[in-house]
């Protein structure tokens, strides 16, 4: 059995342009680009994920620097399409 490692991803600049790009993947094939965005779903649909073997960490606080700069992106992402 394998232990499994983490990421932790809390301040903002722990949200590389890797991790943005799985935002982008996540936005686009799980949500709609019209109406609200079911935070929990995303959060737990980002921490799922894989990044260099290790798996993405957000730590227990709602309103991280990390998850605040990834609101901004999904917001901006949105907006334009």
């Known amino acids: 059995m394998t232990d499994?490692?983490?990421i932790d991803v809390i301040a903002a600049?722990?949200?590389t342009p890797e991790i943005l790009e799985i935002v982008d993947s996540?936005?686009?094939g799980w949500?709609?680009?019209d109406g609200p965005v079911d935070w929990?779903?995303?959060w737990d649909r980002?921490?799922?994920y894989d990044v260099?073997?290790?798996m993405i960490n957000l730590g227990d606080s709602l309103n991280s620097p990390a998850m605040r700069k990834i609101k901004t992106?999904?917001?901006i992402i949105r907006k334009a399409n």
């Open 4 to 6: 499994l490692t983490y």
């Open 13 to 15: 600049d722990d949200v």
């Open 26 to 28: 996540i936005v686009s």
């Open 31 to 33: 949500f709609n680009y």
């Open 40 to 42: 929990d779903n995303f």
């Open 46 to 48: 980002l921490e799922g």
């Open 52 to 54: 260099g073997g290790k």
């Open 73 to 75: 992106h999904v917001r």
